[in-house]
């Protein structure tokens, strides 16, 4: 049994792979469309940028089979063609901007989700109507990029909270038992006592201002 699995698996993988790889392109008619982030990797937070190619399909290869030739970019997409990227429930719209280069668009964002998104596309290239959805590379949470990984020493507030309350209830019991022992007669034994409390109430003043120093 489980070898049929195994051997499903690496029938499948293949497959699974095509699939992934197709998400950053595809084909609308005589057109072929690719999207990229303009900076790896893709962090959260950073500024960043997606980047559009559109050019004409060479019809004897299939899309992921054939790289972006500016030389068969089509321009002029500005005005007629626009991107949505969605998020969860969020979403935003969002225009092409040409660069130097035929077929070649950059829009700038800066992505503040970590994880996968999806983008699609919204108008016309010449008379083809684009109906086309893709799915950009995941964006990273920048502790992806954190080395060695940075443990907190903060202290939980209800924890502080806790421990502040426990010794001001251990220096009111201390308090009190010094009160009655001022109103009971002087002795050698009350003196040494007194001397105690004293010194167990410093201490607990140095536990706090140590723990308070930890937070």
């Keep these: 049994m489980k070898?049929?699995?195994?051997?499903?698996?690496?029938?499948i993988s293949p497959i699974l792979v095509s699939n992934v790889s197709a998400h950053q392109v595809d084909a609308v008619g005589d057109y072929r469309i690719q999207i990229d982030w303009k900076n790896w990797p893709v962090v959260a937070g950073e500024a960043n940028a997606i980047i559009v190619y559109v050019?004409?399909?060479?019809?004897?290869?299939e899309p992921i089979d054939q790289e972006f030739v500016s030389e068969n970019g089509i321009e002029g997409l500005k005005?007629?063609?626009?991107?949505?990227?969605?998020?969860?429930d969020a979403d935003i719209t969002l225009?092409?901007?040409?660069?130097?280069?035929?077929?070649?668009?950059?829009?700038?964002?800066?992505?503040?989700?970590?994880?996968?998104s999806q983008l699609n596309f919204i108008g016309t290239i010449n008379d083809t109507i684009i109906n086309?959805?893709?799915?950009?590379?995941?964006v990273e949470d920048p502790s992806f990029?954190?080395?060695?990984?940075?443990?907190s020493n903060q202290v939980e507030i209800d924890d502080f909270n806790r421990e502040i309350n426990d010794l001001r209830s251990d220096i009111r019991d201390l308090q009190n038992n010094i009160e009655e022992l001022?109103?009971?007669p002087s002795n050698?034994?009350?003196?040494?006592?007194?001397?105690?409390?004293?010194?167990?109430?410093?201490?607990i003043a140095i536990g706090a201002a140590s723990f308070a120093k930890k937070k």
Excluded at 132 to 138: C, D, M, V
Excluded at 145 to 151: D, G, K, S
């Design 188 to 203: 050698d034994n009350s003196a040494i006592t007194l001397t105690a409390i004293g010194l167990a109430i410093a201490g």
């Design 182 to 184: 001022k109103n009971k």
């Design 132 to 138: 086309l959805t893709l799915h950009p590379k995941k």
């Design 3 to 11: 070898i049929i699995i195994l051997m499903a698996i690496l029938i």
């Design 79 to 88: 005005k007629t063609l626009k991107i949505k990227l969605i998020v969860d």
């Design 145 to 151: 990029l954190q080395f060695p990984t940075v443990e």
């Design 95 to 116: 225009p092409l901007i040409p660069t130097e280069i035929p077929g070649m668009y950059e829009t700038p964002i800066t992505p503040t989700f970590s994880g996968w």
């Design 55 to 61: 050019s004409e399909m060479d019809k004897s290869l």
